[in-house]
């Protein structure tokens, strides 16, 4: 099987601007999960989804935001863009029934100026 | 979910066994132990999990202890390419509105020299 892919793999925005990711899951895996890397923070969960419902939420902002679509594939998007949000974005897709065992995708390195 | 303890960084010669150790005193009797590792600029992989026996899969060994309040991940045989940083987590599996979510800590840099 594929593994999960991401695109793209860097961008580069300056502030204000919006960005959205896209994440392909493992072929029949239906929970996708999120999550920020920074070297201050370290590995943060944003979101989760499955079957097309947002299914849990970390403590980011409201400009974080993401969706589901019916095969599964998952998107995040983000709003005016801070310095702050410079980091390696990363999904992960896992098996219904064992979502602890995610398998995650290279990342979208994305830095703002 | 449980908090983990781990070393912030080991060494490890190749061909030898790592041993990486995890606290995680203040476990649940229905939490599970997972481990994570994450190589430079990739995504975190998953390595093994367990609840209270001796798991053993084709990439490493996770030895829990009979009390759980540690354990421990073994790589039998290091090599360059396990230089990486390995997560401990400690979780309930599957569990309502935290499914599909998992908290990492620091994690410990292990560094194989060849």
């Known amino acids: 099987k594929a593994g999960v892919t991401q695109t793209p793999r860097y961008l580069i925005k300056t502030r204000g601007q919006q960005v959205t990711l896209s994440c392909s899951p493992i072929?029949?895996?239906?929970?996708v999960s999120w999550y920020q890397q920074t070297p201050g923070q370290g590995l943060q969960f944003l979101f989760e989804?499955?079957?097309?419902?947002?299914?849990n939420k970390g403590n980011f902002p409201g400009r974080f935001s993401g969706r589901q679509f019916s095969n599964s594939r998952s998107e995040m998007n983000v709003s005016t863009l801070e310095l702050g949000d410079s980091a390696l974005y990363l999904c992960?897709?896992?098996?219904?029934?064992?979502?602890?065992?995610?398998?995650f995708g290279p990342g979208t390195r994305l830095l703002v100026l | 979910d449980a908090k983990t303890t781990q070393p912030t960084s080991m060494d490890c010669a190749e061909g030898r066994a790592a041993n990486l150790p995890c606290n995680h005193s203040t476990i649940s009797g229905n939490e599970y132990v997972y481990w994570y590792r994450q190589i430079h600029s990739q995504g975190p992989q998953y390595i093994i999990h367990?609840?209270?026996n001796n798991e053993t899969n084709e990439m490493a060994s996770l030895i829990i202890t009979e009390d759980r309040k540690s354990s421990t991940l073994i790589l039998p045989h290091a090599t360059l390419r396990d230089t990486a940083v390995y997560y401990c987590i400690v979780r309930v599996a599957s569990r309502g509105s935290t499914l599909g979510r998992l908290y990492f800590g620091r994690g410990t840099q292990l560094t194989v020299w060849p």
């Open positions: 072929s029949g895996h239906r929970s």
């Open positions: 989804y499955f079957s097309e419902t947002q299914r």
């Open positions: 367990g609840l209270k």
């Open positions: 992960a897709s896992a098996p219904t029934g064992d979502e602890e065992t995610q398998y």
